[in-house]
């Protein structure tokens, strides 16, 4: 069974697959400043770390003549090769797409005397919908499945699949939009028949398919993951802890596989409306192929904008 490297709570991230899985080519970075919209590295002042991932740090930084915020995800490459793979998955993505629910990537910078990579991306100044967990209305937590679903089915329609769908990679900006990011271990598929059942991600959020893609055969649904990932974060963000297990339990690798391939899928609670228990049930079948899409989660009476 594959490496676990336990971290934070429920922040249980797995290696990246080896290179033989990667079915894209790097894109090649050249020295110091490769934009759009003509910003340099040199016109950018560091303000403050927004948050450290997995060895990548995220500064919010300022254009020192227009005043404009953006966020740099930095990554040392000289020190941990997987890690500059990993930013240079997110930076092939991010360069592929245009989606008001995808988060926006301004430039690519490379230092190549210190083997520096760095990804400017627009800020999106509200935090995750981590700190929202236990925080948020039924109405509310639609208004933000609408958007991600509009993400998630516009990636699943360029054949990206994103493959760590928490809340933590879910950003929030002041006027309540929700944008899909962190795309270090996802994948981009090339042949319809591709499967992308590896350990990637973290795997508190991994479907029963992807801990166990024997049992399925390899030739699910390979979208469906995201799904399920989504369906799970929509039911902690309402609930307040992770579904899978009792409050305040600390998930390890085990426990949590037990409880997605032999357990039954999480269910909302009764008090929860009709509309959101049939929601989650629908983003939550352990067969992948009886998991409703992004595009049919979107016409599901709970996004009914009128209820
Ligand atoms: P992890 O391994 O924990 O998933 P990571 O190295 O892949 O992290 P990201 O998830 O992209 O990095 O970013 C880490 C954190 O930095 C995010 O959880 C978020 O708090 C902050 N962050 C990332 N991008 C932005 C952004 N565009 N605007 C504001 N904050 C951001
Ligand atoms: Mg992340």
Not at 53 to 81: C, E, F, I, Q, S
Not at 251 to 270: K, N, Q
Request: aromatic share 8%.
């Amino acid at each position: 069974m594959a490496l676990v490297r336990e971290r934070r709570q429920l922040n249980l991230r797995l290696p990246l697959p080896p290179i033989s899985d990667r079915r894209f080519s790097l894109p090649s970075v050249t020295t110091t400043v490769a934009t759009s919209g003509g910003i340099s590295a040199a016109d950018l002042e560091k303000l403050n770390v927004l948050g450290c991932g997995n060895g990548g740090v995220v500064y919010r930084v300022r254009h020192k003549n227009t005043g404009d915020l953006y966020a740099l995800k930095t990554v040392n490459g000289d020190m941990d090769p997987i890690l500059t793979r990993q930013l240079m998955r997110e930076m092939e993505i991010l360069r592929r797409t245009d989606s008001p629910y995808v988060v926006r990537c301004h430039g690519i910078f490379e230092k190549q005397v210190v083997g520096e990579v760095s990804i400017l991306m627009e800020y999106m100044d509200g935090g995750t919908l981590e700190s929202l967990r236990g925080a948020v209305t039924e109405q509310r937590l639609a208004g933000f499945a609408r958007q991600i679903l509009k993400g998630l089915s516009y990636l699943h329609a360029l054949k990206i699949v994103h493959r760590d769908i928490k809340p933590a990679n879910l950003l929030l900006n002041s006027k309540d939009e929700v944008k899909i990011a962190d795309f270090g271990v996802s994948k981009i598929l090339v042949r319809s028949l591709d499967s992308c059942n590896s350990y990637v991600g973290t795997c508190a959020y991994m479907s029963p398919e992807r801990f166990d893609s024997e049992s399925s055969g390899g030739g699910s649904d390979v979208y469906a993951g995201d799904i399920w990932s989504f369906g799970l974060m929509m039911l902690e963000l309402l609930v307040g802890h992770f579904p899978l297990l009792p409050p305040g339990q600390r998930p390890d690798w085990a426990t949590l596989m037990c409880a997605v391939c032999f357990g039954e899928p999480p269910r909302a609670p009764e008090v929860c409306s009709e509309e959101f228990r049939s929601f989650v049930e629908c983003c939550l079948r352990k067969d992948s192929s009886k998991r409703w899409t992004a595009s049919q989660l979107l016409g599901h009476p709970f996004l009914r904008e009128d209820l």
